[in-house]
């Protein structure tokens, strides 16, 4: 695979998330988002593990939200950062897409 030298964001290289997503690509996806980057409109599709997906879902009556929680968990994990460079289109819940927002 070609590597490019450009980076975009905090840590986030063009290679990477292309890497990422022909890796993920290959296999159906269960639980995960997909989305394109914003830098680049590249398609992103991201496997999301467990935990973070139960984070991802997580909402209380009060409204109380552990998204950032989840994002920060992907970005330490893959290197991908979610918040402000990745558009959200879909939600892969139990490999069913369900329209984000």
């Known amino acids: 695979m070609h590597v490019e030298e450009s980076r975009l964001g905090k840590d ?9 997503t022909m890796y993920i690509m290959e296999k159906e996806m269960n ?6 980057h914003l830098a680049t409109n590249q398609p992103v599709e991201l496997e999301l593990t467990p935990q973070e997906m139960e984070l991802g879902l997580y909402k209380t009556v009060t409204g ?5 929680t989840m994002c920060d968990m992907v970005l330490a994990r893959t290197g991908i950062e979610i918040i402000g460079q990745i558009e959200i289109d879909y ?11």
Do not use: R
């Open 64 to 68: 109380e939200e552990k998204w950032n």
């Open 91 to 101: 939600m892969v819940v139990d490999g069913y897409k369900h329209v984000f927002h």
């Open 31 to 36: 639980n995960g988002i997909i989305g394109t």
């Open 12 to 20: 986030l290289t063009v290679s990477l998330i292309k890497w990422y």
